[in-house]
């Protein structure tokens, strides 16, 4: 039985060597051109780019509509504090376009 288990284990350590050396070769293979990768990731994020500012805008769309709504309201209703809401709607509005503009030029996307 011991020799059995000496043999077992003595064939699992060549087994583990050979997966060792299996992995670092395989890695060896695989391994690419780190500034092919820097290309890569760079091109992936300013195709993001676009789509977020769209996003940016259909999200200040949104809001403004909302917004538009709830100074109706309170415009309907007599609130005295209608312009404090309304500028603070409108003002968040111009600040996502203004943000989703900025960032644009700034990175030149």
């Known amino acids: 039985m011991q020799r059995l288990f000496q043999f077992t284990v003595k064939r699992g350590k060549a ?3 050979a997966m060792v050396i299996y992995l670092l070769t395989v890695g060896l293979a695989n391994a690419q051109d780190g500034n092919a990768g820097i290309t890569e990731a760079t091109m ?3 195709s993001y780019f676009t789509t977020g500012t769209s996003l940016m805008y259909a999200i200040g769309a949104l809001l403004g509509l909302v917004g538009a709504v709830k100074v109706y309201q309170k415009w309907n209703s007599g609130d005295p504090d209608t312009g404090k809401v309304a500028a603070a709607w409108f003002g968040s509005c111009v600040f996502l376009v ?5 960032l644009r030029s700034f990175f030149g996307v």
Request: glycine letters at 10%; charged letters at 20%; aromatic letters at 0%.
């Open 44 to 46: 992936r994020i300013r």
């Open 15 to 17: 087994l583990g060597l």
């Open 98 to 102: 203004i943000v989703a503009t900025v």
